[in-house]
């Protein structure tokens, strides 16, 4: 029986669902037919069940020089396919981060002079889109890797870049960030959820981090933290240290294999070789690694988005009423996602960015209950990839979001146009 039992269509969804290697993707993600043949191919792999080799499988990935390299667009089939076998087992996407490894998807974000292959904050947008649509999950935890990578590349004290980076870049050890209560998270609160009270030249870091992606399965944290005086600090905390306490994940709406909650610090020390930048009035403004609302948030939005449609032309293809909101929607996810590498390919200021993310989380919600719709009855099955995607696309009214972005959503929903 179809995977989908009775509920699949007549004529099945996914009768050919076995990636065709000898077919790589489109050497420009923007090109239209391509793309959609591209997309549609992802919405197929989502349909079939996990497969009971898909954690067990070791598999060669070749490694990815540019976005255009075929080897992306395997890497992307593979996690595709093994993409619901995360919810279902609520899994760690462990074997997922291995094959990014060893395709050296790390290595993207970092300079050639920190062991990087220093792509162009364009290309790392559509690697970031490639990604997001085969499997949000894997996806947006490599966000969070990353985060902590690039703000130890960018440590302007103590020793940790020397220490650290290499083993990430290779993909021997996981580190994650703990940040946004310095930017998004518990900005209404009188005291800071985390504390750094100054000793010894270093730091005990006394408090929560109420967000950390990853935390049960990491060797390092990033961290952000409070003087006394009301600056910040940035610091790499071992997750072995005494007093790190480190929860299982909470269950989440969707991506909840992220393994994500809180982390508590009783009593940490914090050397002063670990501190990574700071004191400062604005720790999270200085250097690079995880802006809110930035361009690489709103390319996972994107990636996602990207998936909805593709399956919806797909559907499209054998019943003609979904033809004129599916060509719709590709025409604005095109506009989007060439709006995306457009700011990508130049110093955009924060409020274009912000208003991309809007205008990616908007698409996102609208694409993914689009192909909610047209998979009918069949899609509210808990395990058809359409409400999966719904769930997941809620994630980016919340996620590392400017309090603008989420103003102007909010207004969306209400239909009113007083931002
Ligand atoms: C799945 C997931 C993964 C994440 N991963 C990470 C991660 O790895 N690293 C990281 O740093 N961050 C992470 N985040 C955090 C994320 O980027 C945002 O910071 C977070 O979603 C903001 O939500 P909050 O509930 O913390 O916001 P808050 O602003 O703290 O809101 C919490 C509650 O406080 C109340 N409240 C809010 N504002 C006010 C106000 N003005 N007055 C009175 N009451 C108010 C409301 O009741 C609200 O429900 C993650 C978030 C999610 C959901």
């Known amino acids: 029986m179809h995977p989908l039992g009775e509920f699949a269509g007549t004529d099945g969804p996914a009768d050919s669902v076995t990636p065709d290697r000898s077919d790589p993707r489109p050497t420009r993600l923007a090109e239209r037919g391509a793309l959609r043949e591209y997309g ?35 890497l992307c089939e593979e ?35 920190d062991g990087g292959l220093g792509w162009s ?29 690039r703000r130890i ?8 870049k020397e220490r650290l980076l290499a083993p990430l870049l ?32 270093g730091y005990r870091l006394e408090g929560m981090s109420p967000w950390v992606t990853g935390a049960p399965k990491a ?41 994500t909650g809180p982390v508590h610090f009783y009593n940490v020390f914090v050397p002063a070789d670990d501190v990574l930048a700071g004191p400062a009035d604005d720790v999270m403004g200085r250097g690079k690694g995880a802006s809110t609302g930035g361009l690489q ?31 719709a929607l590709r ?32 698409l996102v919600l609208r694409a993914t209950q689009a192909a909610l719709g047209a998979a009918k009855g069949a899609g509210y099955v808990w395990s058809h990839p359409a409400g999966r995607w719904c769930r997941e696309a809620l994630f980016f009214l919340v996620w590392s979001c400017p309090q603008q972005v989420t103003d102007a959503n909010l207004c969306e929903l209400a239909q009113s146009h007083e931002v």
């Not at 462990?94 to 974000?109: D, K, P, S, T, Y």
């Not at 290309?123 to 985060?147: K, M, S």
Request: aromatic share 6%.
């Open 40 to 74: 549609a191919r992802v919405g197929e792999a989502r349909f079939e069940r996990p497969r009971a080799d898909a954690k067990v499988n070791s598999i060669m990935h070749a490694f990815i020089e540019h976005p255009d390299s075929p080897a992306l667009a395997s």
């Open 79 to 113: 996690l595709a396919e093994a993409a619901p076998s995360l919810e279902e087992d609520v899994s760690w996407p462990g074997e997922q981060l291995a094959w990014c490894a060893e395709a050296g998807v790390f290595r993207w974000f970092h300079t050639p002079a």
């Open 121 to 149: 904050e364009a290309d790392l947008c559509r690697g970031y889109v490639a990604l997001g649509q085969a499997c949000l999950t894997t996806a947006f935890v490599i966000t969070q890797r990353v985060g902590a990578a």
């Open 153 to 160: 590349a960018g440590a302007t004290t103590g020793s940790a």
């Open 170 to 201: 290779r993909g021997e050890i996981f580190a994650t960030v703990g940040i946004s209560h310095l930017t998004t998270s518990r900005q209404h609160l009188q005291r800071p959820v985390l504390r750094a009270i100054a000793e010894g030249g």
């Open 219 to 259: 060797d390092w944290l990033v961290v952000g933290a409070v003087t006394e005086d009301g600056q910040q600090i940035l610091a790499a905390v071992p997750t072995d240290q005494p007093g790190v306490e480190t929860p299982p994940g909470v269950r989440l709406v969707a991506l909840t294999a992220s393994q």
């Open 297 to 327: 948030t709103s390319a996972l939005a994107v990636g996602l988005a990207g998936a909805a449609v593709g399956y919806l032309e797909k559907e499209a293809a054998k019943r003609p009423n979904l033809r004129t909101p599916a060509d």
């Open 331 to 362: 025409d604005q996810w095109e506009e989007t996602h060439d709006r995306l590498l457009a700011l990508a390919s130049r110093e955009a200021d924060a409020q274009e960015k912000g208003s991309l993310r809007q205008e990616a989380n908007s």
